[in-house]
């Protein structure tokens, strides 16, 4: 059974950082592309970053880059997401993902992943 677990979250002030960490088990972790998502109150969840399956190959949305970093470690079957210099409007609860296709892309879509851990809220005070 797949598990991804999810970590790292908390509050933080406006500018400050925090480092997401994902723990998978159940499948081998290096043949799966990992995505971190996240879902304010009373918005839809969007894409955040998403890594490649050897993790030479990263794609963020354009409100987060130069900001956040999405990294994996195939020896732990773990995928991080430093975060840097939030914003209040980074305030979410954020989930990371599996996406099982082997595609020569990474995949910003939702329905592309497979897999989905519980989440970890992250709240930025202004």
């Known amino acids: 059974q797949v598990q991804l677990v999810e970590s790292g979250g908390g509050l933080v002030q406006a500018g400050g950082s925090l480092r997401l960490s994902c723990a998978a088990s159940?499948?081998?972790?290096?043949?799966?592309?990992m995505g971190w998502f996240r879902q304010a109150p009373g918005k839809q969840r969007e894409f955040v970053a998403a890594?490649?399956?050897?993790?030479?190959?990263?794609y963020y949305t354009d409100s987060v880059k130069g900001r956040f970093t999405i990294s994996r470690d195939n020896s732990k079957n773990t995928v991080y997401l430093q975060m840097n210099s939030l914003k209040p409007e980074d305030t979410a609860v954020y989930y990371c993902?599996?996406?099982?296709?082997?595609?020569?892309?990474?995949?910003?879509?939702?329905?592309?992943?497979?897999?989905w851990g519980q989440g970890t809220q992250v709240t930025v005070s202004s």
């Open positions: 993902a599996a996406d099982r296709e082997r595609r020569p892309y990474i995949s910003r879509l939702i329905t592309s992943y497979d897999y």
């Open positions: 159940g499948r081998t972790f290096s043949n799966d592309a």
């Open positions: 890594i490649g399956r050897s993790g030479r190959t990263t």
